[in-house]
């Protein structure tokens, strides 16, 4: 079974804290996302990755950097977090040539 | 040009009744529209994708209705069940945009017993 394992599933943090959320695929997928949910809002794309070390920034990229060192993990970092960073977090994977979207189950991030 | 518009917001349906929700994009160069389902806690999951060559697709209860003209596309959930109660994103890819996927706002679901 394609598998997207994000290991952080709930978080708290500090405003102005550096936070890191990880992903991990067993997919071999070439491309992988992060993407943020909000009621209303849908799905946003933050950050994608089409090869190791590749990035390229999505619609909401401001406040976020990502690393992808190795191609079966894919980390998305908040460098200060701020309260309105508060929101649920998804992580993705798919094929070079496929269409199908992949995600895992999420990680709720709440800054305070 | 590469907006997914989605409605409705939110939708409350009988058992047994059937549950619509319609999408419209822009892009004409769009080539995947797939439905993805998200039940709470857990991330969403494809459950149906059309391409613009077929009108329609039906995979058990779940049809896509594809109008290439007017640039929609629904989903239709016949005789809905209460364990269909998530939340639905139309979405498109393709073209232009590569594999860059575009989603839609997403509808929840609700499905009285």
């Known amino acids: 079974d394609v598998k997207v394992t994000q290991s952080s599933r709930y978080l708290v943090k500090r405003t102005g804290e550096k936070v890191f959320l990880e992903c991990v695929q067993d997919?071999?997928?070439?491309?992988m996302f992060w993407y943020r949910q909000d009621p209303g809002l849908g799905l946003r794309l933050i950050y994608f990755?089409?090869?190791?070390?590749?990035?390229e920034k999505g619609d909401i990229p401001e406040g976020y950097s990502v690393s992808r060192e190795k191609k079966e993990r894919f980390s998305l970092i908040l460098e200060s977090a701020s309260t309105n960073q508060t929101s649920m977090y998804l992580c993705?994977?798919?094929?070079?040539?496929?269409?199908?979207?992949?995600f895992g189950e999420g990680s709720w991030l709440t800054v305070v | 040009q590469q907006q997914v518009k989605q409605s409705p917001q939110s939708l409350i349906v009988q058992k047994g009744g059937i549950s619509i929700i319609n999408c419209a994009y822009e892009?004409?160069?769009?080539?995947?529209f797939p439905w993805y389902q998200q039940f709470p806690g857990k991330g969403p999951a494809l459950l149906i994708a059309?391409?613009?060559?077929?009108s329609e697709k039906k995979e058990g209860r779940f049809t896509i209705s594809f109008n290439k003209s007017a640039k929609q596309f629904s989903l239709h959930i016949m005789d809905s069940q209460p364990g269909d109660s998530a939340t639905y994103f139309c979405?498109?890819?393709?073209?232009?945009?590569?594999?860059?996927?575009?989603f839609g706002a997403g509808t929840r679901l609700f499905v009285k017993a």
């Open positions: 997919m071999d997928h070439e491309n």
């Open positions: 979405a498109a890819s393709g073209g232009t945009g590569g594999f860059k996927t575009i």
């Open positions: 892009n004409t160069a769009f080539d995947y």
């Open positions: 993705a994977g798919q094929g070079a040539y496929g269409n199908t979207i992949y």
């Open positions: 059309i391409r613009p060559d077929v």
């Open positions: 990755s089409y090869d190791v070390k590749m990035k």
